[in-house]
């Protein structure tokens, strides 16, 4: 187990519909970054967020928002949903520091139908 | 545009065998390279690690080879078991700056023991 917990585990959605996944991070953990893996495109840097600020910026697509509330919980929010966007979110948290590993939750599996 | 590159895409390995996976990065840049392990339904977990001021890292049968000058790094698994089927990811990443902790991953080998 990770620590980093994530919500839903599974979603499945019409296009078109918007949906929100949620991520815990690891206790004491600042940072949250989010990833998108698809066969595809295989794993994607999203966003990452530490301690409420946006960070980083990676291959979000504008449809797509997070933010990160004061109790370091993130949300990512997905709108105008696409067959494309079916894929596996991840959440990851870590903090800054020499110390860059990123620890994993075990993902939101997106199907847009 | 792939920063980090991986091959092979897929190996199969009979049990007690080597397994190799090979990276190559383009950005001299990065200076934090680790290689994750992803069983399925499970999110990615990392290995094992290597900054580039080191050649070699070793633990237990897990060794990661680092080649600066060639921009490559490599995963070893020394006597291969079943149990270490799974997708294996090399990563890249930048210590400092506002890009801190962000990783860019490789695209994945998928290993398979045969017992």
């Known amino acids: 187990d990770s620590g980093v917990t994530q919500t839903p585990k599974h979603l499945i959605t019409a296009t078109g519909q918007r949906v929100t996944l949620r991520c815990s991070p690891r206790?004491?953990?600042?940072?949250v970054y989010w990833y998108q893996q698809s066969l595809d495109q295989g794993l994607q840097f999203l966003i990452q967020y530490y301690n409420g600020e946006e960070r980083a910026k990676g291959n979000i697509l504008e449809r797509f928002s997070a933010q990160q509330f004061p109790d370091l919980h993130s949300e990512l929010n997905l709108s105008s949903l696409e067959l494309g966007d079916s894929a596996l979110y991840f959440c990851?948290?870590?903090?800054?520091?020499?110390?860059?590993?990123?620890?994993f939750g075990q993902g939101t599996r997106l199907t847009v139908v | 545009q792939q920063q980090v590159k991986q091959s092979p895409q897929s190996l199969i390995v009979q049990k007690g065998g080597i397994s190799i996976i090979n990276c190559a990065y383009e950005?001299?840049?990065?200076?934090?390279f680790p290689w994750y392990q992803q069983f399925p339904g499970k999110g990615p977990a990392l290995l094992i690690a290597i900054r580039p001021d080191v050649s070699e890292k070793k633990e237990g049968r897990f060794t990661i080879s680092f080649n600066k000058s060639a921009k490559q790094f490599s995963l070893h698994i020394m006597d291969s078991q079943p149990g270490d089927s799974a997708t294996y990811f090399c990563a890249a990443s930048f210590d400092r700056g506002s890009t801190l902790g962000r990783l860019y991953f490789g695209r994945g080998t998928q290993l398979t023991v045969w017992p």
């Open positions: 990851a948290s870590g903090a800054l520091g020499l110390n860059t590993e990123a620890f």
């Open positions: 206790s004491g953990d600042l940072s």
């Open positions: 950005n001299t840049a990065f200076d934090y």
